[in-house]
């Protein structure tokens, strides 16, 4: 098992560091026999990319997705199957001036700290690089669910830096690169963006993501509760430092006669639950929001120390996400649909496929 | 392995249901050697006890736990630790009027969803009683934590319902029922509490939690992140809705120059990361603040429905919470503990002890 | 998780040592909805008690399960289940002379090395008394698999020390304490027994163990085949030094012509795969042979070292098995059910119920 | 985690199908900074390959290993190593004959049962092939294992077909084609090995491997014993169908006065335990047999069924091992020091590293 593996019965490992040959994932636990090919893959992959506008870092890399196993003749046989990504546009001179230093606010220090020696290339494994295994991995999971239960999963951001996005619809978040569910904000946000790249200096996003259709009965009671594989999912995405579900922090404030969501024949009420009661899925939406900090590698002289304990100034040159937060959608969307598949497996392990005798409320799906 | 265990190296196993014969936990992979009995876990276990003050629940229970295994002569034997706790004071009578329905925000509906039946008395395992075995467990982690690297875990609240708790003074915190660190403002918390309870309503609390002199190097690269893990054990938490790191949702509205903490060497110049860095400790704090939702067993009376689907009203009577957030404390406390033991634990195996050759910067300890 | 769980979805882990307060165990995944109480348990954990002939050990203990958890008006929640044996008979002076040295066999020496210390009395965890725990979990296993899928599961002596059991029949195995499928050579036995027991010394045994109705499609390609779990259980049973799954060692000799079951429309020709192929079951009977050492505790005077090194003698008086295998048939039982009722749920969570598409041949069952 | 990954803290999930675009696997916890490149991969590979003697198949695969991550400048980051090798030399056309039965004593039935399809070109994930990737693996551990204390893992013939093979020394294992410790004996093995061949039949094969070295106290007590997991691991191997450690099988007609290994100060007066005592190592050899069952791809033909369920008649042309043993010695060799170097990494995690207190007797290594 070790750590780097995400879930149990639809299990995700993965490998690679930015700068190395070939980065990718193992995925065991797939069900057989569905319809399986790059093309299911290589969309989502694409979204994710960096060099797809002017906000994102402009290291080009295709990204292409390779099946080395795991499918015959167009379907899944239920074998693991291996996700290939070769590097192509590693640019090492990048981070000539990182070699002896520790850059502020990332995982140069740490990995160092624990391991004794580290790959200091684009940050090796700490790289965001590494989330397009994830997003291949997630790929399939999505079409799964999709299929077997018409979930539906979708994100977009809530607010980028100091501007906050309001809610104006989902069509127009593919039409803009934040992703932003209000396609009259963009102009502001582009303004936001280019004052940051030339002041050399980043900022932080909120991004929300949510499923719908999903089954009541998925999570366990403990630990493995579904709510809390979410956490550990998008907490364990790079720079993410805070995740609700549900109405989450606003709970603080709010009276339970305020907050429990009531159940009407018609269906729930309302949704501060964020879909998750107990551990274990409602029925209905599942809400979570996440909170990533501004990116570590700016242009601006920042105080360090060298491996020896002398002080230093660290400025990082080459090609950074001013906000990382951009591309981090599909990211969340594919982590999502990873631990959705894990629990979807892990019921009907213990529980078995549909039951058809319970009468679910109006607005809620049957398991 | 299953859903029901928090852990890999230090693998905590709980079981039992709120009214049924007993509730405990087995630890499995506790190093040898340490001195250990009852007495190391009995205070924790107290603070966290039923019926000691009236802002919580009224239900008697002595909760005096019995160690069942792994412990001879007094010292661990690294078998297994099997902690035992019996129920005594089940009032079943209470939970009459639930029996049919569903009550909002509670995991009723979702058990029953996912299993076909449950047990409805006092919630079964879903009920906050079973926060007791993982608070024993905790409290051995703690104890090795302390000893073998000087590790201090404390929390304290930030937040009870709309009232913000200013910080004074940790020496505060066990003076009060309501773990809050600042004297001075109890009596409006009891005063808002008798409201509340008067009421019949429930409020939520914001917690926070933290760990000193954790050595930098614990936690995985993906997928097992220390601060992933963190976050996992706390949405796993009844009536946890959000976990925060460090900055936390700060985080989106703050500059990169402004978020990534500096290294000088003095030490860390500030603690945005709350002492994690690509999922591995840097040696600072450990920070952590938890969103908890309100009570969802109130007086007020809700709408639900039957298990037929039929509109009916709930209200709870019989002995409960208030606030669920000010048992809440020692539980968070017990829960880092037991997530920074694991951790402890898979950096050894895989880098081995402490190692002399890497001088730390001021300010962190070593490994 | 750690090293004390046996199973993945139906995970037992144990506790206990010989002369603790208890021995005990936690189910974690049983399926809901099922029947359940101490009298479904209670049987085999008779057959396995000691004292219950004058070939066994005459230590006497009750060995009487409580239930603790997860059970609900006599049925399975599909939360946790506790199940707790309390010790009543510790003689502990009997252990007097080995607190300082090693019995030649035992695991006093191993134990001692890995922990730095051990509880010795009565061989701590080490003893065979730990094997009540999962004949208690076999026992609920066994009911869902036969309620589910009609599997029986049981199993036989062939060899008792130099004395090879020519099988006869199933009914006679009942019938004598050494569950010999032959009552004629029963005499035989106990002669030999006896005449070990005055020399002060101990046999080994062989064992047989069958599963018949095992629908085909149970085991992972690679690694968690069925066989292999099935290896790593018994291998796991106290004593055992050799398994054999179908023709076993029996296949070196064989012919590939001979050894290769054919298929044939009224189903197998032969079972020399003892029922798995490919590390799946194949819905042929799963048939597993077992290689038990003779039992360490002995009278005859060995040579040891202390602690210290220093040579020395060790006799072990008190109460002790001349034939560990005697007691086994009922616990390898148990444990070919937890690991079939392990794979179950697993192949359930890939790959769903049962198929009704796929025509089984004669003589093998519908997954 | 699911089925396809062997060991937890050392662990090794492979993917890939015989005739797939390409086989490997990700070792997910290596220790960091020890020198790793593709030479310490490639002789063992070799070792493995097929055609290297007319007594093997005569598929010609490079088998040419290429790392993928988890290495920077000749050494092990400590992040997940991904171990890549193409196919090249898949003749699908030799196949052809089996698309629609199934090959008696192979895994086509039991696939196909499982999964509802099958990659039916060469056995897909069932095919020997696919113990490339964990001879790979193994000498990744092997490498630690003899680094760090000096472990000596190796193999040889103890048996082919009906020829037994007296051990004669382990110089003569290398030099010929059968691993046979005894150079004597080849020709007629040779002469045997070709009556096979020309009469279209298999035999099966006695191994045994070693290792010496071993600390002692690697182990857990239940249920992840090093035999039970050592069991596991060989069973796993493709054609196993029985494993004996120490004594094995003979130790049922053994008495306990024979059978214990007595402890003396210049060191254990005997190894019928193999090594392993109370499933922890001893500090003496570990030892193990398997028994491997002749390959089921003969040219004889064979009865079996169409996937209707109509009889048919097999027979498989193409390139076969006539005795599959004959390539297994390294890879029983990777086998055991995957699952050595999992529990030492186990017991490093549980326990810490060498103690330097306890004396050990003569003849075997400290922890």
Same mark, same amino acid.
Request: aromatic share 6%; glycine share 12%.
């Given at each position: 098992?070790?750590?780097?593996?995400?879930?149990?019965?639809?299990?995700?490992?993965?490998?690679?560091?930015?700068?190395?040959?070939?980065?990718?994932?193992?995925?065991?636990?797939?069900?057989?026999?569905?319809? +399986?090919?790059?093309?299911?893959?290589?969309?989502?992959?694409?979204?994710?990319?960096?060099?797809?506008?002017?906000?994102?870092?402009?290291?080009?890399?295709?990204?292409?997705?390779?099946?080395?196993?795991?499918?015959?003749?167009?379907?899944?046989?239920?074998?693991?199957?291996?996700?290939?990504?070769?590097?192509?546009?590693?640019?090492?001179?990048?981070?000539?001036?990182? +070699?002896?230093?520790?850059?502020?606010?990332?995982?140069?220090?740490?990995?160092?700290?624990?391991?004794?020696?580290? $790959?200091?290339?684009?940050?090796?494994?700490?790289?965001?690089?590494?989330?397009?295994?994830?997003?291949?991995?997630?790929?399939?999971?999505?079409?799964? +669910?999709?299929?077997?239960?018409?979930?539906?999963?979708?994100?977009?951001?809530?607010?980028?830096?100091?501007?906050?996005?309001?809610?104006?619809?989902?069509? $127009?978040?593919?039409?803009?690169?934040?992703?932003?569910?209000?396609?009259?904000?963009?102009?502001?946000?582009?303004?936001?963006?280019?004052?940051?790249?030339?002041?050399?200096?980043?900022?932080?996003?909120? &991004?929300?993501?949510?499923?719908?259709?999903?089954?009541?009965?998925?999570?366990?009671?403990?630990?493995?509760? &579904?709510?809390?594989?979410?956490?550990?999912?998008?907490?364990?995405?790079?720079?993410?430092?805070?995740?609700?579900?549900?109405?989450?922090?606003?709970?603080?404030?709010?009276?339970?006669?305020?907050?429990? $969501?009531?159940?009407?024949?018609?269906?729930?009420?309302?949704?501060?639950?964020?879909?998750?009661?107990?551990?274990?899925?409602?029925?209905?939406?599942?809400?979570?929001?996440?909170?990533?900090?501004?990116?570590?590698?700016?242009?601006?002289?920042?105080?360090?120390?060298?491996?020896?304990?002398?002080?230093?100034?660290?400025?990082?040159?080459?090609?950074?996400?001013?906000?990382?937060?951009?591309?981090?959608?599909?990211?969340?969307?594919?982590?999502?649909?990873?631990? +959705?598949?894990?629990?979807?497996?892990?019921?009907?392990?213990?529980?078995?496929?549909?039951?058809? $005798?319970?009468?679910?409320?109006?607005?809620?799906?049957?398991?």
């Amino acid at each position: 098992m070790s750590g780097n593996t995400l879930g149990l019965l639809f299990a995700v490992t993965t490998f690679g560091e930015s700068h190395g040959p070939a980065i990718g994932c193992v995925i065991d636990g797939c069900p057989p026999g569905m319809a +399986l090919s790059e093309a299911d893959i290589q969309p989502d992959l694409d979204r994710r990319r960096p060099g797809t506008s002017r906000h994102v870092t402009q290291r080009q890399e295709a990204d292409q997705v390779e099946i080395l196993s795991g499918v015959f003749e167009g379907q899944t046989t239920g074998t693991p199957i291996a996700l290939l990504i070769r590097n192509t546009d590693q640019r090492s001179k990048d981070y000539g001036n990182i +070699l002896d230093t520790f850059r502020p606010g990332h995982a140069d220090y740490t990995y160092w700290r624990k391991y004794g020696l580290r $790959d200091p290339r684009g940050g090796g494994r700490s790289s965001a690089r590494l989330t397009a295994p994830i997003v291949a991995a997630g790929a399939v999971a999505k079409k799964w +669910l999709h299929r077997h239960h018409g979930i539906v999963i979708r994100g977009c951001m809530q607010q980028v830096g100091e501007v906050a996005i309001p809610f104006a619809s989902w069509d $127009d978040v593919p039409a803009n690169p934040f992703y932003a569910p209000n396609a009259a904000i963009v102009p502001q946000l582009e303004a936001y963006m280019d004052s940051l790249r030339k002041a050399g200096d980043s900022c932080g996003a909120r &991004l929300y993501v949510e499923a719908t259709n999903v089954p009541a009965g998925w999570g366990e009671p403990l630990y493995d509760k &579904l709510d809390a594989d979410i956490a550990h999912a998008m907490m364990g995405l790079n720079a993410v430092k805070g995740v609700e579900i549900g109405a989450g922090f606003a709970s603080v404030a709010q009276k339970g006669s305020e907050h429990g $969501d009531e159940l009407t024949p018609e269906g729930f009420a309302s949704d501060n639950a964020g879909g998750v009661l107990g551990g274990i899925s409602s029925g209905q939406p599942v809400t979570v929001s996440l909170a990533i900090k501004p990116t570590s590698s700016i242009r601006l002289p920042r105080r360090s120390v060298t491996r020896a304990g002398e002080p230093t100034m660290v400025e990082t040159f080459g090609r950074h996400d001013p906000c990382v937060g951009i591309r981090a959608t599909p990211i969340a969307e594919a982590l999502l649909a990873v631990v +959705l598949m894990d629990h979807a497996l892990r019921h009907r392990a213990q529980c078995g496929d549909v039951r058809h $005798d319970v009468p679910p409320i109006a607005g809620t799906s049957r398991a």
